[in-house]
């Protein structure tokens, strides 16, 4: 079935440094790739997204990229803080229209130390 | 805007025992309204993806009798847990979203079978 694969699940940086986070997808059809962020005991939050016809977005210091050939995107964060410490999930959409769902990512626990 | 309600947040309920959680888009039409399930330190896994009106599409290894969705309302779905057993203990999360818009997730229910 379709599958979300995303590496690495442990990333430990330090503060200031930036973080890349690297996910890969199966579904050729894919066209709608969200990124959240989830604290723990908390709901997932939206960070940022990006669609197919796009290769890269940006937002302050969370930019995306999207390779459609390869099926992969990334997630990179600049400057990190300690606020930034957080699961992270990537996710792609399957099916279209009205059937449209996402499936996520095994997620990325991101530690910035002080 | 786009807020996600879910309740309870959390309940703890006897082997045997019915368990329903709600989900309800509180300032917006949710077309479609999603239910995941997550293990402590584990991704979301979509259980099942429900449309106001009609019958929910369960994913492949879900219980559909054990785990009863119900779509009311553009604004409201819920999901039963049928003879909860210690195993159904999970973070259940839910998520409603308009057509082609991002996803947005309840605040979680954590339920624990004694």
């Known amino acids: 079935g379709e599958n979300v694969e995303q590496h690495p699940s442990t990333l430990s940086v330090q503060e200031g440094d930036s973080a890349v986070i690297k996910c890969t997808y199966s579904?050729?059809?894919?066209?709608?790739f969200p990124w959240y962020k989830q604290e723990l005991g908390k709901r997932p939050q939206l960070i940022i997204d990006?669609?197919?016809?796009?290769g890269e977005k940006k937002d302050q210091r969370i930019a995306v990229t999207l390779n459609k050939t390869a099926k992969h995107f990334s997630l990179h964060i600049t400057e990190t803080q300690p606020e930034d410490s957080a699961v992270y999930f990537c996710?792609?959409?399957?099916?279209?229209?009205?059937?449209?769902?996402?499936?996520f990512g095994t997620g990325t626990l991101l530690a910035v130390q002080p | 805007g786009a807020v996600v309600s879910q309740h309870p947040s959390w309940v703890i309920c006897k082997s045997g025992t019915s368990v329903k959680i709600e989900c309800r888009s509180l300032?917006?039409?949710?077309?479609?309204m999603f239910w995941y399930r997550q293990f402590p330190k584990q991704s979301l896994m979509l259980m099942a993806t429900?449309?106001?009106?009609?019958?929910?599409?369960?994913e492949q290894g879900v219980e559909k009798d054990k785990f009863l969705i119900n779509h009311a309302s553009l604004t409201l779905s819920t999901l039963t847990v049928t003879s909860a057993h210690p195993e159904d203990s999970s973070f259940y999360i839910c998520?409603?979203?308009?057509?082609?818009?991002?996803?947005?997730f309840g605040n979680g229910t954590r339920l624990t079978v004694t």
């Open positions: 990006i669609r197919s016809n796009v």
């Open positions: 998520s409603a979203r308009v057509i082609y818009s991002p996803l947005h």
């Open positions: 579904d050729s059809a894919s066209n709608y």
């Open positions: 300032d917006f039409q949710a077309t479609t």
């Open positions: 429900s449309n106001e009106g009609s019958k929910a599409t369960y």
């Open positions: 996710a792609a959409s399957i099916g279209g229209g009205a059937t449209n769902k996402l499936i």
